[in-house]
């Protein structure tokens, strides 16, 4: 049964968007640090880390999204860690690895955000000609194929460590993935375990019918792109049709900055709009030093009143956080 019909009563979900301009300096450790910790604070279930510093742009300059995560991995106890990744400047083997990595280090808290270069164009950088969104798009299909095989290329319990014996693996749980597609060809299987989510969360934002037909087919968390709340409801709508037609489960949230004033208005500008779009969740971003620590000292708690926000955390895994369940690996007998 589809999780993505609504939060029919339940509490909705929570995404940060970190941006440098939450910090006065977005290169220092001990802010994230305070950052992210914040966020826990907050019942956040995740904090996106975006790649936009590959524009270019010195206002978007950060540092690189897996080793922020991994970093306030240690930092933090529950709160989920998405890194944005583009398709188009990583190869799948690559891409897998630090994926399934992040899961691993995190204890099962990672997510991926999947964007191409269609709506982050950073080809300059890595040597490439400039190309259609068509290609974009068809070369990440093909990339997140490859990576849920190689994810499954491990079975659990793959590693048996059995020093009686002395067995160290059971190679009949790992499997070559042998993909031939129309860019990769790829043997496999990955050097990386089968991670605690088996695989991790995965993201992506519906921006136009391109994107919006890979979100439904793949992503988990489905982010709506900024327009009226007329029009992302529309747009929920048709995402939602499409996803129970297709037996799918995915999380439909909306970007959202809550901006200033009494905590009980901000609460009703998210409970407003989480009513007329039927969200399941809400991805807030502040762009300026201090407004996450007013967020959370004065708004949290008038969510929690309301039943909009829970009180704790009640899993320990970001799939647990978003009622996911772990995905069947496609290899196992």
């Known amino acids: 049964m589809s999780l993505s019909s609504g ?11 970190f941006s440098p301009r939450d910090v006065s300096n977005a290169f220092d450790p001990d802010q994230l640090t305070a950052q992210a910790q914040l ?9 996106r880390f975006q790649e936009r510093a590959l524009s270019g742009v010195n206002s978007d300059a950060r540092t690189e999204p897996f080793t922020t995560a991994s970093f306030l991995a240690t930092r933090t106890r529950r709160i989920g860690l998405i ?26 808290r990672a997510g991926w955000e999947l964007v191409t270069g269609a709506e982050r164009p950073a080809h300059s950088h890595f040597s490439q000609a400039q190309r259609s969104a068509e290609a974009h798009y068809a070369r990440a299909e093909e990339v997140v194929e490859i990576l ?39 043997k496999g299987p990955l050097n ?10 995965v993201a992506l934002t519906a921006r136009d019918d391109i994107s919006t037909d890979l979100a ?34 995915a999380r439909v949230f909306a970007d959202l900055a809550p901006g200033d004033g009494e905590p009980g208005i901000i609460a009703d500008r998210i409970e407003a709009l989480a009513e007329t779009v039927k969200l399941d969740g809400i991805n807030l971003h502040f762009g300026a030093p201090g407004a996450l620590a007013a967020y959370v000292g ?5 969510l929690q009143a309301r039943g909009l926000l829970a009180r704790d955390y009640t899993g ?17 007998a």
Do not use: C, M
């Open 39 to 47: 966020a826990e604070a907050g019942v956040f279930d995740f904090i």
């Open 192 to 201: 990386v375990a089968r991670s605690p989510q088996g695989h991790a969360v």
């Open 316 to 332: 320990v895994t970001l799939r647990d956080h978003l009622g996911f369940a772990e995905p069947a690996n496609r290899y196992a």
């Open 148 to 186: 849920r095989k190689l994810w499954d290329s491990w079975e659990a319990g793959a590693f048996v460590r059995n020093k009686t014996t002395g067995e160290y693996v059971d190679g009949a749980k790992i499997h070559a993935i042998h993909h031939n597609g129309d860019l990769f060809r790829i």
């Open 7 to 17: 939060r029919a009563g339940n509490p909705l979900k929570f995404g940060y968007v």
């Open 216 to 249: 439904v087919r793949e992503a988990d968390l489905i982010f709506l792109d900024a327009r009226p709340a007329v029009d992302l409801r529309s747009q929920a709508d048709q995402i939602r049709t499409r996803l129970n037609s297709a037996g799918r489960t």
């Open 83 to 108: 890194a944005q990744a583009s398709t188009s400047y990583y190869e799948p083997f690559n891409l897998a690895r630090l994926i399934a990595s992040l899961d691993h280090v995190t204890h099962g």
């Open 298 to 302: 004065g708004v949290v708690p008038e």
